[in-house]
């Protein structure tokens, strides 16, 4: 395993495209939590009415513990970069042929796709730093004394983020892997997360048909629920939210049936393709 | 004596074309063995086939005599159809991977092979800047970092310049030389000639030969004779026991004979004790071109 991750390590370090992506990353999770974040003190800054009723309805998502929640919730539009590197990382070895040297070089069928795996898994984990970071740097500096003191009360929403991540990244790999072409892969995927599954969505509310939860993407999106903001003056709202709560320890287990799906067809084609 | 390679029955279809049709091969310890044959005759799927990169429709290989063994590409150097390398990363990057998935050799190793090939004042540069024989040449290199026992070359002068081809034709000797096996599929039947101990002709996926190249190129005697007296010649010829063929050219003629069945001494003395004088008289090794081309066409 070591040694996997070591050579993966080899190609990885001078891929440009990688360092382009984890610089991206910390870019990107700080900007637009900052930017959420502007949006809300703008919003509650106000010295009027709606001002006040603002800041009472929305609380405050910057703070501990909801931090975590909402970071990690805003945090998971973004996505799509990291996807962009998985895909480029397995559509670089078709496209180089390197697939098949690895294998001529020496390893087995199933050490190459352990090897991606171990990829996608440290590129779940970075990005999963980065959120917590950003979450804590966020946390700390928005709350006050009392906030403060609950920062631990909802750390498990770092693992949840973590898993929800590997998951779609897991996608992410298996169009890259299946389609091999790194624009079309690109393409597929995208046209997929941004169009296809949310048309599928309105067509399946639509028809009243009970199976939007188990799409492939919203399977793990429904791990980070909408927080909820306006829980307060909503009671509908407030019940799907501690539905959409409830949920999670399901969407757990989901998630991570389909990931290790996602996974077991790569091992199967893998081992008895021609490469 | 111990074969390095043996495979038995191996087939393989592509939908209705079948590439490669029971092939059986036996590769001895230290030869260096060429697989002969036409642009599609089956050489690169064989290859591709002994080192999992295809799988077999049925049959089996086995390389060291251990069928078992999954990880034995690893002790095999190998050059298969086109250099694979990361375009973003350097010759000396590119043959870490190497010798890291391979465990063949070290870093001093990777410097060796690097310059072997004429690559050192370039191995810095990545990949992608290289030229067509450039890119051949740190393939070759990575075929033979650490120094291994088993070297598999497809096509190995391909793209390469005529100075390159006989550098590269001169190598694959000397590595012969030391002891290794060498497996080498080529379509330049002189390059085969020039460098194996042992080969086989592929056609169509079915093997049409297979052996020492000694063997399969003298299992003819040819006799190319030149004389005034030819209606007499094609009498007598008639009555020798092993007599094949008589190729009547312009000025002269060859004369086929089984294998180490007359001397042309002794053929030289049955014509003058039966009238006939030569006044031309040249034993000749048929070539492998000959050779090839006399089992592949048709």
């Known amino acids: ?275 | 004596m111990e074969n390095i390679l043996t495979t038995t029955n191996i087939s393989k279809s592509y939908g209705p074309v079948k590439a490669l049709n029971n092939l059986n091969i036996e590769v001895p310890k230290g030869s260096i063995f060429g697989i002969l044959g036409p642009n599609g005759s089956g050489k690169t799927t064989t290859l591709s086939i002994l080192l999992d990169v295809l799988k077999p429709d049925t049959g089996t290989y086995s390389w060291f005599n251990n069928p078992n063994d999954i990880y034995y590409r690893k002790k095999i150097g190998t050059l298969l159809e086109t250099p694979n390398f990361y375009h973003y990363l350097s010759a000396k990057d590119n043959l870490k991977i190497t010798e890291a998935i391979s465990g063949r050799g070290n870093e001093a190793d990777i410097d060796k092979a690097i310059a072997m090939v004429g690559l050192h004042t370039r191995k810095h540069d990545k990949f992608s800047t290289y030229s067509l024989g450039m890119k051949q040449r740190l393939a070759i290199g990575a075929a033979l970092l650490g120094n291994a026992d088993v070297l598999v070359l497809d096509e190995p002068t391909n793209g390469l310049d005529p100075v390159g081809i006989v550098e590269i034709r001169n190598l694959i000797k000397q590595l012969g030389e030391q002891g290794k096996t060498i497996i080498m599929a080529s379509h330049l039947l002189d390059e085969v000639e020039k460098v194996c101990t042992h080969f086989c002709i592929l056609k169509h996926g079915n093997l049409l030969i297979s052996g020492p190249v000694k063997e399969i190129l003298r299992n003819e005697d040819i006799l190319v004779i030149e004389t005034e007296n030819m209606a007499a010649l094609q009498q007598i010829l008639t009555t020798l026991p092993h007599f094949l063929e008589l190729k009547q050219q312009k000025s002269f003629c060859e004369i086929y004979f089984k294998s180490n069945s007359i001397s042309p001494a002794e053929f030289n003395a049955y014509c003058f004790n039966n009238g006939i004088v030569l006044s031309h008289l040249e034993i000749k090794t048929k070539s492998l071109e000959e050779k090839f081309f006399e089992l592949t066409e048709n």
């Open chain 1, 1 to 275: 395993m070591k040694q996997l991750l070591r050579i993966e390590w080899l190609k990885i370090k001078h891929y440009a495209a990688f360092w382009w992506m984890l610089g991206i990353v910390l870019f990107t999770y700080p900007a637009i939590n900052l930017l959420f974040q502007n949006i809300y003190q703008n919003i509650t800054s106000r010295k009027d009415m709606a001002g006040n009723a603002a800041k009472f309805l929305l609380g405050n998502p910057f703070a501990f513990p909801d931090a975590w929640h909402s970071i990690a919730y805003f945090s998971s539009w973004f996505l799509l970069v990291p996807a962009i590197l998985i895909i480029m990382l397995i559509t670089n070895e078709y496209h180089y042929k390197t697939h098949r040297q690895n294998i001529i070089d020496g390893w087995t069928r199933n050490q190459f796709i352990t090897a991606k795996l171990i990829d996608v898994v440290i590129i779940a984990l970075m990005v999963t730093i980065v959120y917590t970071i950003v979450a804590a740097i966020l946390g700390f500096y928005y709350s006050d004394a009392i906030n403060t003191q609950r920062w631990s009360e909802e750390l498990y929403f770092i693992p949840l983020f973590f898993l929800m991540t590997f998951a779609q990244l897991s996608i992410a790999f298996f169009i890259g892997y299946l389609i091999k072409k790194a624009f079309i892969a690109l393409a597929v995927f995208f046209f997929y997360m941004l169009i296809v599954e949310n048309l599928i969505k309105v067509y399946f509310a639509y028809k009243s048909i009970p199976l939007n939860a188990y799409l492939p993407f919203e399977i793990s999106n429904r791990l980070i629920p909408r927080p909820n903001f306006l829980g307060k003056i909503d009671e509908a709202a407030n019940k799907a939210y501690l539905d959409s709560l409830a949920a999670i320890q399901w969407h757990v287990i989901y998630t991570l049936i389909f990931t290790a799906i996602i996974w077991w067809i790569c091992y199967r084609l893998f081992k008895k393709a021609d490469i």
